[in-house]
């Protein structure tokens, strides 16, 4: 019995050892310079590749496709993976009890796996931890989010809103997952930030399920490594913990015998530890340019006045009933409650402004605003053969209740409308 039990625990660590191999992998290469183009988008279509074909020829699938980062985490393919690299990681493991049935290489594996984990999971949560603090994940409320009801939300655009309306609460959510993975990232503090990266990824994993946000199982992989990484200290935590019992954690060691160990290991853990982290909170600073763009026009145009030149009557589906002006966007929306986007080329002095339908079109429109003296705005654009001629009240974000209602310590009486 004890034979079977040893030999079924050795199974299911070799087993998870080379389950976070496959998935994890081909980190840290993507982050490396022309990692990803040199080889990573090459082993990440080899493994798509090999869930097609677990899609097609074990379950029965199709139509099954690979597309590379199109927001979502839980598309069928990422299903799919789970059994595909659960199948690879059995055969790994039924190869290495045969080769390697009479060698000590079998335990140094597991442990391997975990330090593999612990920085994957590390570098990922100060990756998530730094866009916490700029314009990328959780945006503060557009002026578009601002213009739709709860009823037209999705529950991920509920969510996102949520977020990204305290500054003060994003902070918190960054601190805390930066602080999780840099404790991930050292040896002696591993345990304290095993600890702390279940919290954190148990708090994103309820989220994503509790809203629908397609990172489900990315998530779930976070918080299970984290949960495998704190195992070991298992025991020592509940003597701790739970029967008040003096413990004592044993940290990870690595026999660093010849210059060659000493070498790839600090090189490794410079590369691990410093260069990626920073790269990678370099790169959110520098993606800031492509994510903000300055408008001076910004704003939600109430129309109170509408039409196009040379035409009565007109119709729902014709007639204007709100411009939106954020960013590089213009969107219109109708009486019909129907949206046209447009997207902003150019912006000139005097409120002239040039916008384009779709990227292949070679001549911009020209739309021009101009402030009159009673506060209202004229919008003046010519689209395909129509001449638009608008009257409208300027809406800017601070005109918004949600926005304008800030942080009361004192509250005589509850505001929750």
Same mark, same amino acid.
């Given at each position: 019995?004890? $034979? ?36 990573? =988008? ?28 199109? &927001? ?15 199948? #690879? ?7 290495? +009890?045969?080769?390697? +049935? ?44 601002l213009e739709t009801t709860y ?23 960054? #601190? @805390?997952?930066?602080?999780? &993975?840099?404790?991930?990232?050292? $040896? $002696? *503090? ?22 629908? #946000? ?11 490594? @984290? ?29 660093? #015998? ?24 370099y790169g959110h600073i520098a @993606?800031?340019?492509?994510? *903000? ?5 910004? &704003? ?14 007109? @119709? ?20 019909? =409650?129907?949206?046209?986007?447009? *997207? ?50 300027? =809406? ?11 942080? $009361? ?9």
């Open positions: 019995m004890n $034979r079977i039990l040893n030999n079924l625990k050795t199974f299911s660590k070799l087993f998870m050892a080379m389950y976070i191999f496959i998935y994890c992998f081909p980190f840290p290469i993507n982050y490396m310079p022309y990692g990803y183009q040199l080889l990573g =988008k090459y082993i990440n279509n080899f493994k798509a590749k090999l869930n097609i074909l677990t899609a097609e020829y074990l379950l029965g699938y199709k139509s099954v496709s690979y597309q590379e980062m199109n &927001g979502s985490g839980d598309t069928t393919l990422d299903y799919v993976a789970l059994l595909s690299y659960s199948l #690879v990681a059995v055969i790994i493991v039924l190869v290495f +009890r045969l080769v390697f +049935r009479k060698f000590d290489l079998i335990d140094k594996v597991y442990p391997a796996a975990l330090v593999y984990a612990r920085y994957f999971v590390g570098i990922t949560l100060v990756s998530y931890g730094v866009i916490k603090f700029l314009h990328g994940q959780f945006p503060s409320p557009s002026l578009m989010a009823g037209e939300s999705s529950p991920m655009g509920l969510a996102w809103r949520f977020f990204g309306y305290s500054s003060l609460y994003k902070g918190f959510m960054g #601190v @805390s997952e930066i602080l999780a &993975g840099m404790l991930l990232l050292f $040896r $002696r *503090t591993v345990l304290l930030g095993a600890l702390l990266s279940i919290a954190v990824c148990t708090n994103i994993f309820i989220v994503n399920l509790s809203f629908d #946000v397609p990172v489900k199982l990315f998530s779930g992989h976070l918080l299970m490594f @984290s949960i495998l990484i704190a195992l070991p200290y298992f025991k020592s935590l509940i003597s701790f913990f739970i029967l008040h019992q003096p413990t004592q954690i044993h940290s990870i060691t690595y026999p660093l #015998v010849s210059k060659w160990d000493k070498i790839g290991y600090y090189g490794a853990k410079t590369i691990l530890v410093a260069l990626i982290p920073m790269s990678l909170a @993606s800031q340019s492509f994510r *903000t763009y300055l408008n001076e026009w910004e &704003g939600v145009y109430e129309v109170t006045h509408f039409e196009i030149a040379g035409k009565e009557n007109l @119709s729902a589906t014709a007639h204007w009933e709100k411009v939106i002006i954020q960013g590089q966007t213009i969107m219109t929306i109708n009486r019909a =409650k129907t949206k046209n986007y447009y *997207t902003i080329e150019q912006i000139w002095n005097e409120g002239e402004i040039n916008f384009i339908s779709s990227s292949d079109q070679e001549d911009p429109y020209q739309l021009f605003v101009t402030e009159l003296e009673d506060g209202t705005y004229s919008l003046t654009t010519t689209i395909g053969n129509n001449q638009y001629h608008v009257k409208a009240k300027r =809406k800017i974000k601070a005109d918004y209740l949600l926005m304008n209602r800030g942080f $009361r310590f004192v509250n005589e009486l509850p505001f929750n409308r």
